[in-house]
């Protein structure tokens, strides 16, 4: 008996692993709806193909960081630089000083976002619209919509709520940036995501 139940556990792992090589063979598409979302009231506008690449995360790999950016820009400047195919990066999200939260790519795709491979491959990658040098930049209202997105995230792939795996971009191996900077307030966004977090367990 022994035996054949680890045949069949076997034969259902060998299963799995075909259905996701399935999805990564040339020309072969997860099924997917134009403009659907991950985060509920976000608005969607799709960034370059040439800026992430087709995946089918957890699946293929595994998903367990947030990676904090600052645009350094508008929003309107980091949506066109996101659809630019010349631009080569872009985040999964996009959040506005008003709150409101754009998606530009998937989060079942790799962005390319952290500078990292690896990184880009476990990480969703969250920009926040303003300036380093520009604490005004960064709203109540950025700080609280980002926070429950990042909660969220945290929810469904079970990541844990801690700054081992809620990073900001300039903690990324071998990257040259510097975002969020010295004045985005990380034990402020943390005490948040965990206030939200708690609250989708409730």
């Known amino acids: 008996?022994?035996?054949?139940?680890?045949?069949?556990?076997?034969?259902?792992?060998?299963?799995?692993?075909?259905?996701?090589?399935?999805?990564?063979?040339?020309?072969?598409?997860?099924?997917?709806?134009?403009?659907?979302?991950?985060?509920t009231g976000a608005r969607w506008l799709a960034a370059s193909d040439a800026n992430w690449r087709r995946a089918d995360r957890p699946a293929d790999f595994r998903i367990d960081m947030v990676v904090v950016h600052v645009t350094q820009g508008d929003l309107a400047s980091a949506v066109k630089a996101f659809q630019d195919p010349g631009h080569r990066a872009a985040t999964h999200y996009i959040v506005?000083?008003?709150?409101?939260?754009?998606?530009?790519?998937?989060?079942?795709?790799?962005?390319y976002h952290a500078g990292n491979r690896d990184y880009n491959?476990?990480?969703?990658?969250?920009?926040?619209?303003?300036?380093?040098?520009?604490?005004?930049?960064?709203?109540?209202?950025?700080?609280?919509?980002?926070?429950?997105?990042?909660?969220?995230?945290?929810a469904r792939y079970d990541i844990p709520v801690d700054r081992e795996h809620i990073i900001g971009h300039v903690e990324v191996p071998g990257?040259?940036?510097?975002?969020?900077?010295?004045?985005?307030?990380?034990?402020?966004?943390?005490?948040?995501?965990?206030q939200a977090r708690t609250a989708t367990q409730a």
């Open 96 to 111: 506005g000083q008003d709150g409101k939260v754009t998606q530009m790519i998937r989060e079942l795709d790799v962005a």
């Open 1 to 39: 008996m022994g035996g054949l139940a680890a045949a069949a556990g076997t034969a259902a792992l060998a299963r799995d692993e075909l259905a996701r090589l399935w999805w990564r063979v040339p020309g072969v598409d997860k099924p997917r709806k134009p403009g659907e979302v991950d985060y």
């Open 121 to 154: 491959e476990r990480s969703i990658g969250i920009e926040h619209e303003g300036f380093v040098d520009r604490p005004e930049d960064f709203t109540d209202a950025m700080y609280e919509s980002s926070a429950r997105l990042t909660a969220r995230i945290c």
């Open 175 to 194: 990257t040259d940036h510097t975002d969020p900077g010295p004045h985005w307030d990380w034990d402020r966004y943390m005490k948040l995501v965990r």
